[in-house]
């Protein structure tokens, strides 16, 4: 299993634990592939609302994972490498 593949492993939990509003913008968009205009259809949101909706959730999880995690990227940004900064991490 890659790092990437692990780290993935850990976001499901930490969407989990995101205000609602921000589980369903990522779940919908992520895991649904809802456009974000279907988002901000669905949620009755102008489409700069459903934009900053997920920006705010992916900033969320992104300072979550490097709350839990120290990652090691490559030029292109993609994780080569990830160690945990603490060993009762709830989300790894």
Partial sequence: MTANDEIAQCLRPMISHLPEKYKQAIILTEFQ???????SERM???????KSRIQRARLKLKEMLLGCC????????????YQHKCSDCKFC
């Fill in 33 to 39: 592939n809802l456009t974000q205009k279907e988002l």
């Fill in 44 to 50: 009755g949101l102008s489409v700069s609302g459903a």
């Fill in 70 to 81: 120290h990652l090691e990227f490559d030029h292109r940004g993609n994780v080569i490498d």
